[in-house]
């Protein structure tokens, strides 16, 4: 052997050795990951999410994917004429929005995820909450300015039923999952944030890890007048932040309080535009994210 493929090999040699602390930590051990932002958008990111994913599944992990489609949505609702409008940081859903959503996310963005994943082995099943009773919900209505106030088909999440995402997972498959329930009491399908639904399963599987992509770093230390990342912080921490963050990360972080405060052992929020930023969290020392723990950790 040359010494030059000596040198080039080596490299490759530490980088696995240091993540088999990790990879022997996590093995068995299920991940519920939030797919999401630019990273579902951009054709090189997208390719990475479904190689780190397929890598982790490989790696002896079970990965479970949970997606919205925000901006896929809002296009389709714009090329049928249809108004998106939000308010307290929700789509208004109208029975003919909730069937653009249900188109979008089961027919379009779930497939090419699908799609992508299985490039690399018979791996991924699309489904939604809807199948075999997966995520159920009643009406949500948030109280705006001491009101509360319609917004169509928007759910509330009630209950999970883990059976059949367990039985994938048991066969070695990847669960692909879209962010719709089925109605607890009327008949309707709703619209469920992806972020909560991702921790609502999280914590019924009880998963080691939620991860939720996102644009942003992590948590900002003092946004805007410092870009310093908040590596790590107790739930207890994160509970007095809540009110004070930007309203498109508070489902996010109420996500990862709710994972971490119903038995998932840490909940992150990673960068979604790093290209492999999924290993770079689990697999590494240095971690890329906020990483939210339970109070009793933090605290010993």
Request: proline share 4%; hydrophobic share 40%.
């Amino acid at each position: 052997m040359s010494t030059t493929r000596k040198h080039t090999a080596l490299p490759k040699a530490q980088i696995l050795i240091e993540a088999l602390p990790w990879l022997t930590r996590h093995h068995g051990k299920t991940v519920v990951i939030k797919f999401g932002g630019n990273a579902m958008i951009d054709e090189e990111l997208k390719a990475a999410f479904a190689q780190d994913v397929v890598f982790l599944r490989h790696a002896g992990l079970r990965p479970v994917v949970v997606h919205g489609g925000g901006p896929q949505i809002s296009a389709q609702l714009d090329k049928q004429g249809l108004v998106s409008e939000f308010k307290a940081g929700l789509r208004v859903t109208t029975p003919e929005a909730m069937d653009v959503v249900r188109m979008v996310l089961a027919g379009q963005v779930q497939r090419e995820l699908v799609g992508l994943l299985n490039q690399h082995g018979p791996f991924a099943v699309g489904m939604t909450g809807e199948d075999a009773h997966t995520i159920t919900a009643t009406k949500h209505r948030p109280r705006i300015e001491g009101e509360l106030v319609d917004i169509g088909r928007v759910g509330e999440i009630t209950r999970i039923d883990t059976g059949a995402i367990e039985a994938l997972l048991d066969n070695g498959r990847i669960p692909v999952v879209s962010s719709i329930a089925r109605s607890e009491d009327d008949g309707h399908v709703y619209n469920v944030n992806a972020d909560t639904a991702a921790a609502a399963l999280a914590a019924a599987l009880g998963a080691e890890t939620l991860m939720v992509l996102t644009d942003v770093e992590g948590l900002y230390e003092d946004w805007p007048h410092s870009d310093e990342v908040i590596s790590r912080l107790t739930a207890g921490e994160l509970e007095k932040l809540l009110p004070e963050l930007s309203s498109g990360m508070v489902p996010k972080m109420e996500g990862c309080l709710h994972a971490v405060r119903n038995g998932v052992t840490t909940a992150r929020v990673i960068d979604g535009r790093v290209q492999h930023s999924i290993l770079l969290e689990i697999f590494t020392d240095e971690g890329i994210g906020t990483m939210v723990v339970p109070d009793a950790q933090g605290e010993s």
